[in-house]
């Protein structure tokens, strides 16, 4: 079992939809969890970061984490064909480094 | 806002080439990273550096592998003699001192490319 999965799409929704991409993980060791954001052949972007289970909203984004479950997911509300891109979560334990998804690709259509 | 940056933005080689990655932390970080990503992969860890030393490494970082922090801004990463499969993005990020926050900010990567 791979110690983090992430379906990797892609995801094709109409411009407005609400998406939900998810991540899955083994190592039940890990506590900071993190969503970026990629455009094509640039650097991963922070999104969102969080330590603890539970939901944690910034604007039209939410993430969401149960830990009991070791899933993780980012909810998009309102989706514009600029958050075409593709997703990584990424995640890891006390003095640890990250361990990254494969990520989704993500396409809004107008 | 602070950002990290990295030159050059791609770098063509020769296969037994030596290249050197640059990378500009953000000002006040103090935690450096190198990441790799090859075309269609996920995004690997390969080398955490902190107080002038690497502070872990991954399988991936061997003896091809060097970093340097050689003056108080620049953090650079060298491929000693290239190979093939060393063809991929490679992403420096940084992050700050603040306790409990491990948010590392990457910069837009160098894309190596091995011929």
């Known amino acids: 079992q791979k110690e983090v999965e992430q379906d990797p799409g892609p995801l094709s929704v109409p411009e407005g939809a609400i998406v939900s991409l998810n991540c899955t993980y083994s190592?039940?060791?890990?506590?900071?969890f993190m969503w970026y954001r990629q455009y094509s052949r640039k650097g991963p972007e922070l999104l969102m970061y969080t330590y603890s289970s539970g939901n944690k909203e910034d604007g039209r984004f939410t993430a969401q984490v149960d830990k009991s479950s070791k899933y993780i997911s980012l909810f998009i509300r309102d989706s514009q064909p600029s958050d075409s891109a593709t997703y990584l979560c990424a995640m890891k334990g006390y003095g640890q480094n990250f361990v990254f998804g494969p990520g989704t690709r993500l396409s809004v259509l107008p | 806002e602070p950002e990290v940056t990295q030159t050059p933005s791609h770098q063509v080689t020769q296969m037994g080439q030596e290249v050197i990655l640059r990378c500009v932390p953000i000002?006040?970080?103090?935690?450096f990273y190198w990441y790799r990503q090859i075309l269609g992969q996920k995004v690997e860890f390969l080398v955490s550096?902190?107080?002038?030393?690497?502070?872990?490494k991954s399988e991936i970082f061997d003896d091809q592998f060097s970093v340097e922090r050689p003056d108080g801004s620049n953090f650079t990463l060298k491929i000693r003699s290239t190979k093939l499969e060393d063809s991929a993005m490679y992403f420096c990020?940084?992050?700050?001192?603040?306790?409990?926050?491990?948010?590392?900010?990457f910069g837009p990567g160098t894309r190596l490319t091995v011929l």
């Open positions: 000002s006040n970080h103090l935690y």
């Open positions: 550096f902190y107080n002038n030393e690497i502070s872990e």
């Open positions: 190592n039940s060791a890990f506590q900071y």
């Open positions: 990020a940084s992050r700050g001192a603040v306790m409990g926050d491990d948010t590392q900010y």
